[in-house]
C-alpha cells in the first residue's frame, strides 16, 4: 500500500509563488509516476506536472510550462512543484498521485495514478 501526502499549497498574490511536496510512503516499486494534477469545482480535474522514473522524465502541460517546475528527492520518494508567476486562474486544489503509465503518453492521463493524496488547495488573489 502506498500513501500520499501533499502540503504547501496556500494563498498568494498573482506573480507570487508557492512551493508544493508530495511525499509516497510505502515505497511505490517499479518506475513509477509521480504527477500532479489540479481541479476547480464544477471543472475536471486537470493535468499539471509529472515526474517519471523511466525517461523521458518531466511533463508539464502548456498552461504551466516555464512557469512551474517539478522536481525529486529520490532517497525522500518525494516531488517538488515549484509554482512561480502564479495567476488566479492557477487557483484549484491540487492533488499528487502515483501510479505506473505504461508508456509517455500516459503520464498525463489521472486514470493511470492508483494512490491519490487528498489534496491541498491553492487560492491565487488579483
Known amino acids: 500500500q502506498v500513501q500520499v501526502e501533499e502540503s504547501g499549497g496556500g494563498l498568494v498574490q498573482a506573480g507570487g509563488s508557492l512551493r508544493l511536496s508530495c511525499a509516497a510512503s510505502?515505497?511505490?516499486?517499479?518506475?513509477?509516476?509521480m504527477g500532479w494534477f489540479r481541479q476547480v469545482r464544477g471543472k475536471e480535474r486537470e493535468f499539471v506536472a509529472a515526474f517519471r522514473w523511466r525517461g523521458p522524465g518531466t511533463f508539464y502541460a502548456d498552461s504551466v510550462k516555464g512557469r512551474f517546475t517539478i522536481s525529486r528527492d529520490d532517497a525522500k520518494n518525494t516531488v517538488f512543484l515549484q509554482m512561480d508567476s502564479l495567476k488566479p486562474e492557477d487557483t484549484a486544489v491540487y492533488s499528487c498521485?502515483?501510479?505506473?503509465?505504461?508508456?509517455?503518453?500516459?503520464?498525463?492521463?489521472?486514470?493511470?495514478?492508483?494512490?491519490w493524496g487528498p489534496g491541498t488547495p491553492v487560492t491565487v488573489s488579483s
Open positions: 498521485a502515483v501510479g505506473w503509465p505504461p508508456g509517455p503518453s500516459r503520464v498525463t492521463t489521472a486514470s493511470e495514478y492508483m494512490y
Open positions: 510505502g515505497r511505490p516499486f517499479g518506475e513509477y509516476a
